[in-house]
């Protein structure tokens, strides 16, 4: 079934790119059209980390080409959300870490459905005692510890127990997030110091995306070659966050800056900007 899909998606993928719609109306079919089809599948079947690196790495190749941008196009920058300056395309490797989060937090915090707090707590418990021998399966505090730690003393791989679990800890651990266990429900701890509660779980998708959002910008900040462009250019109240409604310029390195507010600005600070 994911091989169908991938298949699927890479063939639609390169039919619109290769296509004469203008470049936001590329960008704008994949982001509404083509990626939510994804969606579904990454939550419920977990494809795996390097299924959807794989598939990241074949669905850039076919955007930079149809868009015509430099090969050496920094990736964080198409991760990157439009609010912070980014081309705000989604990624498949992203998106399963968010949903894997957000599904082991919702899990462990069910206040509404008691059962379903109780089998999860009892495969989260059985998967601690087959992997973290040092921990105590029936305390809360050990089964947090185990989610929030890459490893835990005495800890062996278990390559055969691969469950929502050790995924959702690989999970939290890449998105910068910790699930605080409680006696009748949960509490996320995101990397913005944000505390969500069971009546806030919506909010778990928003905030774990924005903690990757602000890893890229970090990472594109750092960046030797691109770093100061990038820099120059995000200064602009609008870098970018018009790139699905075509109303942009297009440069050599970064190609999407709003066309009104940039006829408004003098013309020494544009070239300063840009």
């Known amino acids: ?16 790119f290769s296509s004469l719609l203008a470049e936001w109306q590329k960008l704008d079919a994949f982001r509404r059209f083509l990626f939510p089809r994804l969606c579904f599948a990454i939550k419920v079947i977990s494809p795996g980390v390097v299924w959807c690196r794989k598939l990241d790495t074949s669905l850039r190749t ?36 968010v949903a894997r989060a957000a599904q082991a937090f919702k899990f462990v915090a069910d206040t ?60 939290l651990a890449n998105g910068g997030a910790t699930i605080e266990i409680t006696q009748d429900s949960a509490i996320l701890h995101t990397q913005r110091d944000n505390k969500l509660t069971w009546l806030k779980r919506k909010l778990a998708y928003q905030e774990l995306r924005e903690a990757f959002h602000e890893r890229h910008l970090r990472v594109l900040k750092e960046n030797a070659d691109q770093g100061r462009a ?21 440069f050599p390195q970064y190609r999407f800056i709003h066309r009104a507010r940039v006829n408004l600005l003098p013309v020494r600070t544009v070239q300063a900007r840009c």
């Not at 300056?85 to 870490?97: A, R, T, W």
């Not at 998967?127 to 989610?147: C, G, I, M, Q, Y």
């Not at 018009?242 to 109303?247: E, R, V």
């Open 62 to 97: 076919i955007i930079k080409r149809g868009l015509k941008m430099p090969a050496r196009t920094c990736t964080k920058y198409i991760y990157l959300s439009q609010a912070l300056g980014g081309m705000g395309v989604p990624s498949v490797e992203v998106e399963s870490h």
């Open 230 to 250: 990038f820099d120059s250019i995000s200064l602009h109240p609008d870098s970018t966050f018009f790139t699905y409604t075509g109303a942009f310029l297009s």
């Open 112 to 171: 509404r459905d008691p059962c379903i707090r109780e089998v999860a707590l009892h495969q989260l418990s059985e998967t601690v005692a087959k992997r973290a021998p040092s921990l105590d399966p029936s305390k809360l505090e050990d089964l947090a510890e185990f989610l929030n730690s890459t490893a835990a003393p005495g800890e062996g791989r278990a390559g055969y127990l691969q469950s929502l679990w050790s995924a959702a800890r690989a999970s």
């Open 1 to 16: 079934v994911l091989n169908e899909l991938r298949d699927s998606i890479l063939q639609d993928t390169s039919t619109v």
